[in-house]
Structure formats: C-alpha cells, structure tokens
C-alpha cells in the first residue's frame, strides 16, 4: 500500500512539474490556476473522505466449502452509501486457517463510487484443508488523486472450509466372540440405536423412523409417540481426535485432519454409528455421528477450532468431563502419546499418532504426512 | 511427496476483465472530445487569449472528475446537478458571465460581417477578463454532457455542441484544425465501443487502444476526404449558386448576363418589359443594376465581404454621416448648394430582383441599408420613389470644379471629408486586375511608367476598342473557363456592350484609374427629350446595357460610355481644352486643397444604436438542433417497428424467444425484478432448449406476457418516463 502511495505522490508531483513549467512558460495565470487546482482538489477530497468512511460497509463474499488445491474466489464487498464517490478502496485483508495455523495476506483496491457497491476479489489456493478465515486487517478509502488516506474500521469476516482429500482405509470390525445375552452394558447418557432397550420415549418429529414408533402408547394418548434405542457400550465406536497433545506443523495438521475424516468417512460408509470426538483448548466437543450427513456437518466446525498444544491434553480433558471412555472401539488419532491415555481407555484403543513406534498388534499405528494413506490402508480395529 | 509448507496457502489479487476499461474508455473518449471541442472552439474567438491547450487541460480533469461523480446510480441526477450547478453559478456572477457572452457574441458577428457584409455592431463588454467567467461556466456544463456521454458511449448527449460545431466548420467560422481531427476520432470511436457493446458486452482491455488507433485513422481519412472534395466544389457551388439566383431573381427575358462571362452568349434583348419608370424631369440616364468590382477572368464578382469586413467600422461612420457612395453625386450637388432633386418612380417589371436600378445622381441615403458594408449592392424591391439630380457627365466635371472651388465652405469640407475616406477605399480596391488580362493589354496598350490624363486615357481606350472589336450584338465568346479578354481581344474580336465594358473597365485600371463594371438599363438622352414631365416609360430588354464607371475624385462614380452606337461624341468633345462655353478640362490637373486629415475615426463613449442578434441564425441553430433530435427518434422507432416484423415473421419457438427477451428488457427498464412469470419462464426455457416446435397456443401466451409486462412498467413509470420510453427511446409503440 505504501508504495501505491508513494506513486501517486510522485505522478502528482510530476503533473505538477509539469504544469508549473509550462505556466511559467507561458506566463499563464490560468495554467498556474491549474498546478494548485489539483492539490486543492485532493484536499477537498480528503475531508469529503472523511464523512464517506463513516458510510461505507466492508462485507466478504465466498464459498462455504471448497477442496484442497483448487482455486475459488472470495470478494470483498464495499457498499457505499454516500452521494459522493472516493478515490479508491485499498484495503489488506488476512487470511488465516484456524487448523493449520496458516496465515497470509493480500492486498486489495477497488473503486469507491457512489451509492453503489464496489468488488475486489482474490483468488484461494490451500493444499491444506481446514477453516478459512478472511478478515479485513487494514482498510483505507484515498481521496481522488490518491495523496491521503482515511482509514476505515470493519469488523468484515468470511468464513470457508476446505474439505481433506479422503482416501479410503479398509477397516475391519472385529466383534467379541461372546456376548452375553444379558449384557445391559448401555449408555446411561447418550441414546443409540438397539431399539430393544429404550433409551426414551418422545413425541414423534418429521425425520424419525416408523420403527421407531410405539404404537400401543400412541393409540393410548392419541398421538404418535416414539422410542429411542439406546446405545450399547460394547457395540459402540469412539473416534476422538487429540489436538492438545502438542503442537503440529501445518502439513502434520492436514495429515491428521484427512486420516480422522477418512476414518469417520469408511465407519459412515460402512453403517456404523459412532460418536466423534475432537479436543479444542476449553475442552471436548462430542457429536453422534448417524450418516456421512452429520460427519459433513460437523467438520467445519471441527476445522474451526484450532489445534492447541497448551494445557491438558484432549484425553485428559475428556476423562476430567466424562470418566473413562466407555466404548466398544476406542480410535484415538493424536499427534504424540497424550499423558493420561491409560485413564482414557485400554484393552479396545487403537492409537493413530505421529510419533512413537508402532505396535505388532497395530493397537498403536504410527503415520507420518507422507505416508499415512499407505500405512492406514488396512485397519483393524 | 514433500510439500512445501510455506506456498500452501495461497492468495491471489484477482481482476476481472474489463473492469480497467469501465474507466479506461471514457476517460479516453472524454479527454479526446473536450480537447477536440476546445482546439476547434477556442481559436475562433479572438476575445479568448489563452491557449486552448490550457483549456482542453482543464476540461479533460473536469471530465475525469465527473466520470467518477457519475458512475453508478447517482449518475442520472449528476448531469441535470451539474447543469443546475452551472445555471446557479451563472446567475451568481450574472454581470461577469453576460460581459464574458457579449465578448464572445461580438467576436461572432465580426465573424458574421465577413461573411454577409453587413455591419453588426458590438456589444458593450467589461474587463477583458469576463470572457473567463462565461468560459468556465460553459466548460464544466460542457464536460458534464461529455462525461456522461463516455459513460454510456452514446453521442445523443452531445448532439447541441456538436451540431452547434458542425454548423460553425461549414459556415466557416470554425476552421478545420488538428481538433477536428482529435473529435472525428472520438465520435467514431464512441461509435465502435458502441457495436462492441451490442455484440459482447464483456469485450476485452486490449481492445481499447485498436479501437482508439482505428478511430484515428478513420478520422484522418475522413477528413483529409472532406479536404480533397473541398477543393473540386469550388465550380459546382459557383454553379448551384447561380442556379439559385436565377431561379430566384431572373426571368426568362433577362439579357444581361449579370456578370458571367464564361461562354458569354449572344445577346438576346425581348420586348418584354422590364422597367417602369416615371420622372418630373428627364435626362440621359443610366440606371445601375448589378455592379462588378472584381474580375476574375471569367466573370465579374462582388467585392468578398471577408475584406469588405475590415471597413465596416469606415463605412459605419460614413453611413452614419449620411455619406453613401451610390449618392455621391447627389451629396456633391448638396454640398454646392445645386437646386433640389426632382422626383423619379422606378417599378421593376421582369428585370433581376435582387438589385434596384438607380440612376447615377439619385439621392439613395434613406434607400440603402447603413448595415451594408460598401456602397455597390441596393437591394431590389418592386417599386421605389426616389429624388434624383438630373444631369450628364459634363455637368458632373463641372462639379468637380465647383467642389474643389468651394472646399473652404463647411458643406463641401464636411463632404469632402467623407468622400475622401470613399476615395482611399475606392483607389485600394478598385485597380484589382489579372495578370492574365495585364499580358493581353500589354500587347495593346503602352506599358510605359508616363502619366496621363483622364482624357488621354480615354482616348487611348476608344482607339483599341475601335481597332480591336467590332460591335456585334449576335456575337458570342466562347470563352470557356480561359481569360475572357485574352478570348476577346485575340479570337473573336467581336461584341457587345459586355465585352466593351468589360475592356473598357480593364484597361482603366491598366492605367490606374479606378473602375468598375455595371449592368442595368439606359436610357438615350434622344429618347429622354422626347419624354414630358411625369410621363412612364417602359425599358424593356432593348434597353438592358452594360457599361463601364470611373471614380472621379470629389465626384463619385461617373459612367464611361464605350460601347458603339451608345457613345455621345457631344460629351466626349465636352471637357477639351479650349472649348467654349464648356468647362476646360485637359487632364485631372485639379488641385484640392492641403488634405485635411480627417478626424480618426474613434468610438463614441456611450452606446451605439440599439442591436439585437440576429434571430433567424438561433432560429436555424434551434431547428437543425430539433431536426437532429427528431431524426434520432425516427430512425430508432423504424428500428423497433423492424424488430417487432421481425418477431412476427418468425417461427413459434424463435419468437417465443424473442418475446420473452423484449419482455425482460421492458421489466430491465422498468427496475421491476421480481415479477418474472414462472409460466413463461418455463416457455422460453422451452423454446430454447427442447426439440420440439411451439404451438400457437405458446406463442400468444407469451404474447399475453409482454402485453401484461407493458402495462406494469406503464403503471410504475410517470408520465415523463412513459413520454420518453415510448417516443425519444421507442421501447414500445
């Protein structure tokens, strides 16, 4: 932006010259007029600038979700609603991603007209997936010539997501060879899908299932009232994502956020209903995860919160809120052996991380962002 | 595969096309128009000093200023604003801007005496500069029609400046510079940005300079067109002038060829009456119709009225003293204190329109027109009474004596200051001859630096007429587009009195008297004895007569009788030495007394008579204004009359199209952007995607659509919108 400046500066100044030696010259009054007509209009400009940047309004424009390594556009919008036009928006607007930690910065300008709205758009590239945030860092309205600056405050965002590449792991269930007929291992808090345990009875919403509904009661009360199957402890998946364990370098990021998503994608894929789990700096955010419907709708909001490397790690934080995880098939994906993890779950964890040795029993995997679709093309869990 | 952390997020500025030239074309079409306007405005009034380059500097950041002002919606009030806004400032320094619109009014009409030779008087101005004042007003009105004319690369806004330049180049006010140049280019490269838009409205950056280089070049074209036409019309608008005149003026028994001498015919004199003429007293009389001061070689012209111009400020001081030279003899007579002028009655039958028939001594001050610049020209009317002083050439050299005797007296000085203004301007203008014609005299005529007198010269000249030419009213000479006198004096050798005159006139100003060439009708001084006091006569054709005059100083134009059978030996021999009873006249020996040097001739303080502009220029001005405009709606209410056969000789499915597109351009128009009918949305839709031909029952649907979408924009639009949208834009019929 300084340099932008500094050229106007210098092509006024040059006119200038110009007409100052030509005034002379000629020994023209009106020429000379002319030399101070154009400061005079850059300083009437500037104070009009200076009621027009109450007037303009900064607003991004992008797409909600975009793939890694493909362009898209975002705008930046500025409407302004002032009769009287400015000389040029210049504004720098900064780009970061919230999982990565990756930040640039781009410069923008954009004609200031009035009562109309203004674009300056740029072009997205990220081999990275995440959550794309666009902020304006600094935004300036210059009066005609381009000599002055104003500054104008805007608290514009925009907000994308870069969805991973997912690459498809061959994961093999092994279910327990005995199970008793009355285990009543279920959830206490969380609702699931075995129908032959009510987890609750409600009333009936547009998207549940007729199977769900209990007629007996319904015909009773004269409305629809349906039951709630309740999760069984032994059949159900946990997939949790440790992002406190420490800090990651943006490519292992990437790494760890396609090997989650590719994991959750195939159990999706394959049926399975499991909880996702992923740590944040406050805590842990859990969600039951029925379809590849709510994986899609959850991971924007995953990508959102950053990875942490301060304080408790992402286990610890979830055995402090819920105890020990009590799943059928624990996945723990983290970046290092999280302290903590015995508390977590044993016996049914298998632990994705980055550093460490693998184990034979592939109970620990060990990946690194090279090589972690081969090493996760089988996985038995 | 290693990545490179540091280029994984990527930010790219990104620029759509075209977004340079939304700016980028008017601003090159505005600075181009403002600085061709100005450099062919500014030079043609000689009030404005500076040099238009100033201006055209000033006008193009003006420009700039305003294309930002305009662009987006506040551009349809920005223009009427900014009129306002000059309006407004106008009326502010209403003193300074009216002296600055006199300065440059008073430069047009010394522009206008040049070209009809009329006197126009100047307006009282100011400072010198005022003319800065109306100058920045009209500027910034004129930049804010340009501005917005670029932005929507349409010349409508700019129909008045141009037509008003336009007008001013072809009446030569104007002259074609390197602006003409600079604003042809403008105009047609607003007229290409103008196609390109039609056909890709997203068209590419790069076409701005082709299009700036193509327009260049088609200017320089055109106009160096124009230049090399220029030159070979001279002949047809001589010929289509003529043309006029005499379907205008002439009858068909007219004789005298009025001046033409090229291919002159054979005289062909009628019956038929041209003149009425009725006198209280009679004598010879020559009465002065067309009058030829300038000798080109093939015809004999007025004086131009580009140099007449510069003595219209000498002549408005003669005429304003009374002092016409049609009537010097009659001032002369005056100022000598001569009896009074008798009464004459002059009638104009079939003879040429365009000029009265006047004799030599008629008293013409109230007759003339004061604002005509020379004293050649009377306008014709169809009956004029006027006085005259009867008298012959005699007479009037013994008037030269009786002026020059009485100089002292207060009358003749005051008559002779104003006759010897006439006579400078008489002696500068009056000796033009070709050099052509100087080489054929040459051959016949002493070419010797001797001085002679009057009379030798006349002797001289009616030797070589005699031994060159022979009277011969059937003769013609074929002159063609050759020096007539060369063709007289060494083909044909035969004539009438046009061919005497013309000679006669020549060979005055070989010698240096000055002369001049006159066509009207004469009357013998035979024939006026034999007429009574109060008696009409009848001149017809017989009577038409060419002849030459000669400034006799102190007198005034006296005729010079050369043609056979017309001359009068009486008068010839009249004004010898020696004769008795005859004033004595050997050669001009008169003497006047020591100049007087007249008086400069200075403004008075104080206003002149009362003027006003000339109402039929502004009137002509206004309609070529409203012709241009009224062409403008003909040719776009054809274009939509011929789109609209066009979509009823269609087929169904095309002109379902085509119905559903005039439908959204009315809704476009309107700003109505949410009544868009799913029905025949999904019947374009049809029509332009499926296979399948359209029925009519489809057809008159959509047709009902654009019916139903004509009323709404009717019922959102006011009047002066649905006036403009259906005439001045023809949007609908």
Not at chain 1, 147 to 174: H, Q
Not at chain 2, 670 to 686: F, Q, V, Y
Request: net charge negative; aromatic share 10%.
């Amino acid at each position: 932006m300084r340099k932008k400046i500094l050229a106007a500066w210098a092509k006024t100044a040059g006119i200038l010259v110009v007409i100052g030696i030509t005034a002379v010259l000629s020994k023209s009054p009106v020429i000379a007029l002319t030399a101070l007509c154009i400061p005079l209009l850059a300083l009437v400009s500037a104070i009009i600038n200076i009621f027009i940047s109450k007037k303009i309004i900064l607003s991004f424009v992008c797409p909600p979700t975009a793939s890694k390594s493909s362009a898209c556009l975002v705008t930046l919008n500025a409407d302004n609603g002032a009769k009287l036009p400015a000389g040029k928006l210049m504004c720098t607007v900064i780009v970061q991603n919230s999982l990565t930690g990756e930040v640039r910065e781009v410069f923008l300008e954009a004609p200031v007209n009035p009562l109309s709205r203004s674009t300056a758009s740029f072009m997205l590239q990220s081999e990275h997936c995440g959550f794309m945030v666009a902020r304006v860092k600094k935004a300036y309205i210059t009066d005609w010539p381009g000599l002055f600056l104003k500054r104008i405050e805007s608290d514009a965002r925009g907000e994308m997501s870069i969805l991973p590449d997912t690459f498809v792991p061959v994961i093999n269930i092994t279910v327990p060879p005995v199970t008793p007929f009355d285990d009543d291992s279920y959830s206490p808090d969380k609702k699931g899908y075995d129908l032959s345990e009510v987890f609750q009875l409600r009333e009936y919403t547009e998207q549940d299932s007729l199977r769900q509904v209990h007629w007996k009661l319904s015909g009773k009360l004269d409305k629809l009232i349906v039951r709630d199957g309740s999760l069984p402890v032994a059949k159900s998946i946990l997939v949790f994502w440790d992002r406190n364990a420490r800090s990651v370098t943006p490519a292992e990021a990437d790494a760890m956020a396609e090997v989650f998503c590719s994991v959750c994608q195939v159990l999706s894929d394959m049926g399975v209903r499991y909880t996702l789990g992923y740590s944040t700096p406050e805590g842990c955010v859990m969600e039951e995860v029925d379809d590849t419907e709510d994986l899609l709708g959850i991971i924007p909001s995953m990508f959102k919160d950053g990875c942490g490397s301060d304080g408790p790690s992402g286990v610890q934080l979830y055995t402090e809120r819920y105890g020990r995880a009590l799943y059928g098939k624990v996945i723990c994906l983290c970046a290092s052996i999280p302290p903590g993890l015995e508390e977590f779950a044993s016996g049914n964890l298998t632990l994705i991380t980055l550093d460490g040795e693998a184990s034979p029993d592939d109970s620990v995997i060990c990946i690194t962002p090279e090589n972690y679709a081969e090493e996760l093309t089988t996985m038995e869990l | 595969m290693k990545r490179n952390d540091n280029a994984a997020l990527r930010l790219t500025a990104y620029r759509e096309t075209g977004e340079t030239e939304k700016i980028g074309y008017p601003l090159i079409l505005s600075a181009m128009l403002i600085t061709g306007m100005l450099l062919v405005f500014i030079p043609a009034f000689e009030s404005i000093h500076s040099s238009p380059w100033v201006f055209a500097l000033a006008g193009a950041l003006l420009c700039l200023a305003m294309i930002r002002l305009f662009q987006g919606r506040f551009g349809d009030t920005g223009l009427i604003g900014s009129v306002v806004l000059g309006a407004v400032f106008a009326a502010a320094f209403f003193g300074k801007v009216k002296s600055g619109s006199l300065m440059l009014t008073n430069d047009f009409l010394g522009f206008l005496s040049t070209k009809t030779g009329h006197i126009y008087l100047a307006f009282e101005t100011g400072e010198a500069s005022d003319v800065y004042w109306v100058l920045g007003v009209m500027l910034f009105i004129l930049c804010a029609f340009i501005a917005k004319a670029s932005l929507a690369s349409s010349s409508v806004f700019l129909l008045l400046p141009l037509a008003l330049l336009a007008a001013g180049t072809a009446a030569g006010f104007f002259s074609v510079n390197a602006g003409t140049v600079i604003l042809a280019s403008a105009l047609v490269l607003m007229a290409l940005r103008r196609l390109q838009l039609r056909a890709d409205p997203a068209c590419p950056e790069g076409s701005l300079w082709i299009h700036t280089a193509a327009a260049a070049l088609c200017a320089v074209i055109i106009i160096s067109g124009f230049f090399l036409a220029g030159l070979r019309t001279d002949g047809m608008i001589s010929s289509v002038k003529r043309a006029y005149h005499e379907y205008v003026y002439d009858e068909d028994t007219n004789s005298m060829p009025e001046g033409y001498l090229s291919d002159l015919p054979a005289w062909e004199p009628s019956n038929a009456p041209a003149l009425a003429v009725t006198a209280d007293e009679w004598s010879k009389l020559y009465l002065r119709g067309f009058t030829g001061e300038v000798y080109t070689g093939t015809s004999w012209e007025s004086l131009d009225t580009e140099v007449l111009a510069e003595y219209s400020d000498m002549f408005y001081w003669l005429h304003d003293g009374g002092f016409f030279a049609q009537s010097s003899i009659a001032s002369a007579m005056e100022a000598t204190g001569n009896d009074g002028p008798v009464k004459m009655e002059i009638e104009n039958i079939s003879a040429c329109e365009k000029y009265a028939y006047m004799p030599c001594s008629a008293v013409v001050n109230t007759l003339m027109d004061p604002t005509l610049i020379g004293d050649s020209v009377t306008e014709g009317k169809r009956y004029e009474v006027l006085e005259y002083y009867p008298g012959s050439i005699p007479e009037w050299y013994a008037l030269q004596h009786l002026v020059s005797a009485r100089q002292s007296s207060e009358e003749t000085k005051g008559y002779l200051l104003s006759e010897q203004q006439y006579r400078d301007f008489v002696y500068e203008k009056y000796l033009q001859i070709t050099p052509t014609a100087v080489a054929t005299l040459k051959k016949y005529l002493d070419s010797d630096e001797k001085s002679r007198s009057l009379t030798d010269i006349r002797k001289i000249i009616l030797k070589v007429l005699d031994e060159k030419l022979t009277y011969d009213e059937n003769a013609s000479v074929p002159s063609g587009k050759t020096d007539f006198l060369t063709c007289l004096f060494e083909q044909e050798n035969k004539g009438y009195s046009v061919s005497y005159a013309t000679a006669a006139v020549l060979m005055l100003r070989y010698y240096g008297v000055p002369s001049r060439y006159v066509e009207g009708y004469y009357l013998s001084g035979e024939d006026a004895s034999a007429l009574s006091s109060g008696q009409r006569v009848i001149l017809d054709e017989y009577h038409a007569h060419a002849w030459a005059e000669y400034y006799l100083d102190g007198v005034g134009w006296i005729p010079f009788e050369v043609t056979p059978g017309y001359v009068d030996e009486s008068e010839f021999e009249l004004g010898e030495a020696g004769s008795e009873g005859n004033v004595a006249y050997s050669h001009n020996e008169l003497v006047y007394a020591p100049a007087i040097q007249p008086q400069p001739l200075e403004e008075v303080s104080g206003p002149r008579m009362s003027f006003k502009i000339t109402r039929p220029f502004v009137y002509v001005l206004l309609a070529l204004a409203a012709s241009a405009f009224v062409t403008l709606c003909a040719i776009r209410r054809r274009r939509l009359r011929k789109a609209l056969e066009k979509i009823g000789s269609s087929d169904n499915r095309s002109a379902v199209a085509m119905l559903y597109g005039y439908a959204l351009l009315l809704l476009q128009k309107a700003s109505i952007t949410d009544e868009e009918d799913e029905a025949a949305k999904s019947l374009n839709r049809e029509a332009m995607f499926s296979d399948h031909e359209m029925s009519d029952i489809s057809r008159e649907e959509m047709e009902d659509y654009v019916e139903r979408v004509k009323e709404m924009c009717r019922q959102k639009w006011n009047f002066l919108r649905r006036f403009y949208y259906r005439f001045v834009n023809c949007l609908y019929l």
